[in-house]
């Protein structure tokens, strides 16, 4: 769920103003990218590229001799995206520009592009943010930028502002009777707190990173007590899918219908930052690792031959489109997890290769990237996703197109493809 995007107050039927006007925006949004000569995407036929960017993988110099020293189409289409934001051809704002930051500096770190690495940093630096500034700023919602910012750097400002701000999130951070973290529903939709996985996933790996720093086992406990309220709930036992939330309805313990792409590819980051954290030894470590399994199961059932995910995972494929952030946040976490052990069989890590075949054709040219779905996902109602296609350009697909890129060369540097 994308908090500023979330502007319906409860479920509304399929034929309600609210479905008719997202709709009629999504086909507004993809008719001007038409006549601006830009190809949109439908669901059963993705974008065609340029063949040299969907070719054998060809020496990358970016790469200083890491990772295999080759790039790969989905590598290179994530390099577009980066130019593109570089260019300021690509605009961001909120989370989404700090997650994008995010997703770069990981990438960059684990495939040795370090002008990537030194486009994050100059990137923050000109937004202000920096080791003097990082106590001042505000903790959005998704992501743990300082954190990983303070990992490349040896000033304390960075662990230190991100310590504060999460030990402030964590003493009031609204909880449901059962314990789960709640998210704001925001004035608009009546005030109070609903459960969201989106920030599930923000919050528990939080608790991981301060157990990390601290050395408190407590933080890694409350991780994990976390995901397992949560699935007690919101998990679906007969298809293994989790419903997105509860309480965004009429009815306060209603979970909102149907499963998002991007809301399980959110999920499977929270669950696979948390473990890389976390000692691997231990019984929260083990419960997560089940949890994962499981997880990872019920997605690779509803993947499709393409390797894409659709929109809504609950439904057939032909009712949504194939769904861009989504699926590369899916696979690029499946990928990080078997590079880490996490899981050990070898469908996982296919699964993710298949997805990583697909998604350069989803990356255009200018490094736009194309069917990613518009929040907030089916918190209220299905309907709004049950589209022919997504307007092009939606802000939450570059930052996914970088976990996946990180995913392919996290799993590259298990098995380095020979020259």
């Not at 994530?78 to 997650?99: G, P, T």
């Not at 990438?107 to 030194?118: K, P, T």
């Amino acid at each position: 769920m994308e908090p500023d995007q979330l502007t319906s107050p409860r479920r509304q039927p399929a034929g309600s103003a609210t479905s008719i006007l997202v709709k009629l925006a999504f086909l507004i949004a993809a008719i001007g990218y038409s006549l601006a000569s830009t190809p949109s995407v439908k669901a059963a036929d993705p974008p065609t590229i340029t063949a040299a960017k969907v070719s054998d993988a060809t020496d990358d110099p970016e790469t200083n001799g890491n990772v295999a020293q080759r790039s790969t189409p989905l590598s290179m289409a994530a390099v577009r995206v980066a130019d593109a934001l570089a260019d300021d051809r690509v605009k961001l704002d909120s989370y989404k520009r700090d997650l994008a930051w995010e997703g770069l500096l990981r990438w960059a770190e684990v495939s040795g592009r370090d002008r990537l690495l030194q486009q994050v940093k100059q990137a923050t630096a000109e937004h202000g943010l920096n080791a003097a500034t990082a106590n001042r700023f505000g903790r959005g919602p998704f992501n743990c930028l300082l954190y990983w910012m303070s990992l490349e750097s040896d000033q304390p400002e960075w662990l230190n502002a991100f310590e504060r701000q999460t030990r402030e999130y964590r003493a009031q951070v609204h909880r449901s009777p059962e314990g789960a973290i709640e998210h704001p529903r925001g004035a608009r939709r009546g005030g109070g707190h609903a459960m969201l996985i989106d920030a599930l996933q923000d919050y528990a790996s939080r608790m991981a990173m301060l157990g990390q720093t601290t050395g408190d086992p407590a933080y890694f406990r409350e991780a994990v007590d976390q995901f397992r309220i949560y699935r007690a709930i919101v998990r679906d036992p007969a298809t293994g899918l989790w419903s997105q939330g509860r309480g965004w309805l009429d009815e306060p313990k209603t979970l909102s219908p149907g499963a998002w792409s991007r809301g399980h590819g959110w999920l499977i980051r929270g669950m696979v930052d948390t473990l890389i954290l976390m000692p691997p030894d231990s019984n929260e470590a083990a419960e997560l690792r089940g949890y994962l399994r499981e997880l990872g199961d019920a997605l690779i059932q509803v993947q499709q031959p393409d390797g894409m995910w659709h929109c809504l995972l609950h439904r057939p494929p032909r009712e949504s489109p194939p769904e861009t952030s989504g699926t590369a946040l899916i696979a690029g976490n499946l990928a990080v997890a078997v590079a880490e052990g996490f899981l050990e069989s070898e469908r996982y890590a296919k699964a993710a290769e298949l997805a990583f075949k697909a998604l350069p054709q989803y990356v255009d040219d200018d490094g736009v990237v194309l069917s990613v779905s518009p929040g907030p996902g089916p918190l209220f109602e299905v309907e709004p996703w049950a589209v022919e296609r997504f307007p092009p350009g939606d802000q939450h697909g570059p930052f996914a197109i970088f976990f996946a890129a990180l995913g392919q060369d996290s799993l590259r540097r298990m098995s380095p493809v020979a020259d």
